[in-house]
């Protein structure tokens, strides 16, 4: 008899052959430091902004931010307090540029985005259904939807070579997603809806308004969920750039909102994956009340709520200190990596509102396989620098890898050393 439930073993099974945590743990066990540990391994793998800390310490050193109540020792809504549903409403329309203002009532706060993504699943789906998603996709949504939800991705495949009528690599198109639809239907797979990732990770892309409608339109036509992660909407750092939101869409042109939802977080665009706080947002009452009811297991602290709330209200900081920094900060590295990038001919795909970039290896591997690209990351992992390789984002086209570039210069210039370094040794062979 096993000490582990069946969920237990199924969890274990797949942690163990977690490809991201293998690289994870060889970083937490030696992880860089420019004083005690100069060798150790540089963690441009994970998607984490880590330009922001000093910005964000002196604003969380305010009085007005430091203030106990009695209400943040006692259980609070659920939902989250109104105030900080309030704030966040308030700040995403403005940042969005949204049609219509956000409805308080229609947002739920949890810890985490990958949390708000598995409290879907549950709500929505039955184990076993599955969600069409692009790929290459953001490899933690297999984690979030299949660990205890045991709901599947079925992967629409984009490729970087393009075809006659396309514009540009990895295209999404909703032929692309019939055509998966179909051969989904044919397997006897139940596809519950459609999970667009936008400002998507790991491509950097930014879906067309044009897109964006057609996928709505499709998911209507199917009685589809359709559900927009837009986790990274605020990253931008190119100027004059507005990442199409679904907040952009007046409610008549939504289609079908009792299946469309929308997911947005603190852990990218405000530099904290450590505090754990994802929002969701979204149109049918039924739904949300069913994510609500599973809330006792994905509160946030009280102090964290207020505090973060207080936070969002100081638009003179958000745009003159926080906004203002962030997106030069990002500019500089990601102008400084793909100056690196270049200088060894590495291609990537241009990006505008994210914390990583997708560069094409390709030409530093023997043979276009994902045994081959497997190396290749041990080797840049055995040169200091982990960062991720395209099966780690469910791809079928290997030599890809996802570079985080939101981290400080001089970290970034040591980590692209290594990085070229390992490239050059190869070219010589
Ligand atoms: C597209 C996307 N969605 C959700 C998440 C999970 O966010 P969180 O760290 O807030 O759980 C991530 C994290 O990398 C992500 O890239």
């Not at 963690?43 to 106990?68: A, I, Q, Y």
Request: with cysteine; glycine share 6%.
């Amino acid at each position: 008899m096993p000490v582990l439930s069946k969920t237990g073993l199924h969890i274990k099974a797949t942690m163990d052959a977690d490809l991201l945590g293998e690289g994870f743990g060889k970083v937490n066990r030696n992880r860089y430091n420019k004083h005690t540990n100069p060798k150790g391994i540089i963690n441009l793998g994970t998607s984490e902004n880590k330009l922001m800390s000093d910005v964000l310490f002196k604003k969380f050193s305010e009085p007005e931010l430091n203030v106990w109540t009695e209400e943040m020792l006692v259980y609070c809504d659920f939902a989250s307090i109104y105030e900080l549903r309030e704030s966040v409403a308030e700040f995403l329309k403005a940042k969005s540029n949204a049609a219509t203002p956000l409805d308080p009532n229609k947002m739920v706060v949890m810890n985490g985005g990958g949390s708000v993504i598995e409290t879907i699943a549950f709500a929505i789906c039955n184990a076993g259904d599955a969600f069409l998603v692009p790929s290459p996709f953001y490899g933690g949504l297999m984690h979030d939807l299949d660990l205890r939800a045991k709901v599947n991705v079925h992967p629409v495949h984009l490729h970087s070579k393009m075809k006659e009528n396309e514009t540009k690599p990895f295209q999404l198109t909703v032929e692309k997603l019939e055509k998966s639809l179909e051969e989904a239907k044919a397997k006897g797979i139940n596809i519950r809806g459609l999970f667009l990732i936008n400002p998507h990770n790991p491509l950097g892309e930014i879906y067309s308004t044009e897109l964006i409608k057609d996928c709505l339109q499709f998911c209507h036509k199917h009685s589809l969920h359709i559900i927009f992660d837009e986790i990274y909407l605020t990253s931008v750092f190119k100027e004059g750039v507005q990442p199409t939101s679904i907040l952009q869409f007046k409610p008549e042109d939504i289609p079908d909102p009792e299946r469309t939802h929308l997911i947005w977080g603190f852990s990218k665009d405000f530099a904290m994956s450590g505090m754990r706080v994802g929002i969701y947002y979204g149109f049918s009452d039924v739904v949300r009340q069913q994510i609500v009811n599973q809330c006792c297991f994905t509160g946030i602290p009280g102090f964290i709520q207020v505090m973060l709330s207080k936070m969002l209200k100081d638009k003179d900081w958000l745009d003159n200190v926080y906004y203002a920094t962030n997106r030069k900060r990002l500019r500089e590295s990601y102008e400084l990596v793909t100056r690196e990038l270049t200088s060894i001919g590495v291609p990537y795909l241009e990006a505008s509102s994210s914390l990583y970039l997708y560069a094409d290896f390709r030409k530093f591997l023997k043979e276009p396989t994902f045994a081959v690209e497997k190396d290749l990351w041990h080797k840049f992992l055995d040169a200091g620098t982990y960062i991720s390789p395209s099966q780690a984002f469910y791809s079928d086209d290997p030599g890809w890898f996802r570079i985080v570039f939101a981290d400080k210069i001089a970290k970034l210039e040591l980590a692209m050393e290594r990085i070229k370094k390992v490239c050059k040794e190869i070219s010589l062979q």
